[in-house]
């Protein structure tokens, strides 16, 4: 299981400490870098999770340490309460970007990727709309997945306060 987990944010540079991390001769990276067990896969069980990590034996022979980064750990509602049931004393790294900044490379990712047509000051418009209820389905229905709340949370990625707020009642 892994030492540390990279919660987020989605686009305040996951990516480059992760990377930088695993270039570290200790450091064990996961099969790839968002596992998204705690988001998407908790249902698949910890022997799946598992598998996405290298052996024991071979990361405490070199005295390293393994973990993963995946950024919608932060803002899924359920992620910390999941984290800390299955890894209580595991090492938490939050990466923060100025909100605004971080809203807006989130619209370009997805206007790349094909998933927003909008112009952006209209899709920041809608994300009220289009998240309506989306939250509070993923805090009761353990197998609910939201395409809304993955490609059109714009704004609602960086309110940082309520997100930190539900891992520092646990950790």
């Known amino acids: 299981m892994p ?20 270039q570290h001769p200790q450091v064990f990276g996961s099969s790839k870098k968002e596992v998204h067990y705690f988001d998407h896969f908790h249902l698949n069980g910890e022997l799946w999770y598992r598998s996405h990590f290298p052996l024991v034996a071979s990361i405490r022979k070199n005295g390293g340490v393994t973990g993963e980064a995946s950024p919608f750990y932060l803002f899924h509602p359920k992620c910390a309460q999941r984290i800390h049931e299955r890894l209580p004393a595991v090492k938490l790294i939050a990466v923060l970007r100025n909100p605004v900044d971080r809203a807006i490379s989130h619209y370009f990712m997805q206007v790349r990727k094909g998933h927003e047509t909008l112009p952006i000051g209209e899709a920041m418009r809608q994300e009220e709309r289009r998240l309506a209820h989306e939250m509070e389905r993923a805090e009761v229905e353990p197998h609910h997945s939201s395409y809304s709340l993955g490609h059109y949370s714009y704004k609602s990625r960086g309110m940082y306060v309520d997100q930190l707020a539900r891992y520092s009642a646990l950790f």
């Open 3 to 22: 030492d540390f987990i990279i919660i987020g944010a989605q686009k305040a540079g996951t990516t480059s400490l992760y990377t930088y991390l695993e």
